[in-house]
């Protein structure tokens, strides 16, 4: 029913040079790394000492990861019993209400704030900067969005992108939807909850062979997290900035000036609860002992509603 996860920066990949971020690769095997599809180290709470020893080999700080490594395998299986007392003390049953009213509830939220949007169509571009011997003539980025507040979707097409480039600045998918999404929400209202119920109204559009979330196998995705991802992020969330009176606004790192604050004023006018209410969850999720599954601080909110 839930996953435990772990996620940690290394010290150190095992790449041809000392670094995690390889930009000047030209393709995936340049990188020198191991890279392992999806492995099962642990199973039974037996570790595979084959798949650490591989890792040990490679890795220039074979100590630091290996200790690093324990402590994620620590922290995971701790989080595990905290999952299993928290279903012991609620039951299955009311714990799978919870998550679904909970994201049921979100993508509500969004509704309410995609409605109370105009409908239109919007672009922008963007670029990286060139970077010498590697891309003379930097990316450029290109994003269309429409928001139909009929449906309650935004739709953002990302299809009409540079081809993957022999640089590890590619996207992979993963990386190009959290950029998209990130500028997305950078241009709503707090109000609405980040998570997958919210998210069920944005579609993505990618392209096979893309710099965009679909690069072609062996092409690099070293330097996936931040460089491209960070300009999409901005060139998303300054298309945004066109509903504003009708005004366009400047790429820049935070949300575009009044056009956003304006924006915001709106939806938070229509949406006034952050967090169920009482009676929301009376109705939909039924047993009073929901609310204090969230802590004591979130749930005297959920009480005030």
Same mark, same amino acid.
């Given at each position: /029913?839930?996953?435990?996860?772990?996620?940690? $920066?290394q010290a150190d990949i095992g790449n041809a040079l000392p670094t995690t971020y390889m930009s000047g690769v030209r393709d995936q095997y340049a990188e020198g790394a191991l890279i392992f599809p999806a492995v099962q180290i642990p199973r039974g709470y037996r570790?595979?000492?084959?798949?650490? !020893?591989?890792? !040990?080999?490679?890795? !220039?700080?074979? =100590?630091?990861?290996? %200790?690093?490594?324990?402590?994620?395998? %620590?922290?995971?299986?701790?989080?595990?019993?905290?999952?299993k007392e928290l279903c012991t003390k609620y039951g299955?049953?009311?714990?799978?209400?919870?998550?679904?009213?909970?994201?049921?509830?979100?993508e509500e939220l969004m509704v309410k704030a995609l409605r109370n949007m105009p409908r239109t169509s919007l672009s922008n571009t963007g670029r990286h900067d060139p970077i010498p011997t590697l891309l003379p003539d930097g990316v450029k980025l290109k994003v269309a969005l429409e928001i139909d507040p009929d449906e309650a979707m935004i739709n953002i097409d990302l299809r009409d992108n540079p081809d993957s480039?022999?640089?590890?600045? =590619?996207?992979?998918?993963?990386?190009?939807?959290?950029?998209?999404?990130?500028?997305?929400? =950078?241009? /709503?209202?707090?109000?609405?909850p980040r998570n997958g119920g919210s998210f069920r109204r944005i579609s993505l559009?990618?392209?096979?062979?893309?710099?965009? %979330?679909?690069?072609?196998?062996? $092409?690099?995705?070293s330097v996936s997290t931040t460089n491209i991802s960070? !300009?999409?992020i901005n060139t998303v969330q300054a298309a945004f900035a066109g509903i504003g009176r009708g005004r366009a606004w400047p790429?820049?790192?935070?949300?575009?000036?009044?056009?956003m604050r304006w924006y915001r004023e709106m939806t938070t006018a229509t949406i006034r609860a952050p967090m169920p209410t009482r009676s929301f969850w009376a109705r939909r999720a039924g047993p009073a002992a929901l609310p204090r599954m969230a802590g004591p601080a979130m749930a005297s909110r959920w009480l005030r509603g």
């Open positions: /029913m839930f996953t435990a996860v772990a996620k940690a $920066h570790t595979n000492d084959d798949i650490v !020893r591989m890792c !040990r080999a490679r890795i !220039r700080v074979p =100590n630091q990861w290996y %200790g690093d490594f324990l402590a994620g395998i %620590g922290s995971a299986r701790i989080a595990e019993r905290r999952l299955k049953e009311t714990l799978r209400s919870f998550v679904t009213d909970w994201l049921d509830y979100s480039v022999p640089v590890g600045l =590619n996207l992979s998918l993963a990386c190009a939807s959290a950029a998209a999404v990130a500028g997305v929400f =950078n241009s /709503m209202s707090l109000t609405v559009q990618f392209r096979d062979g893309s710099v965009i %979330g679909k690069p072609r196998l062996p $092409h690099s995705c960070d !300009r999409l790429k820049v790192a935070s949300a575009p000036g009044s056009a």
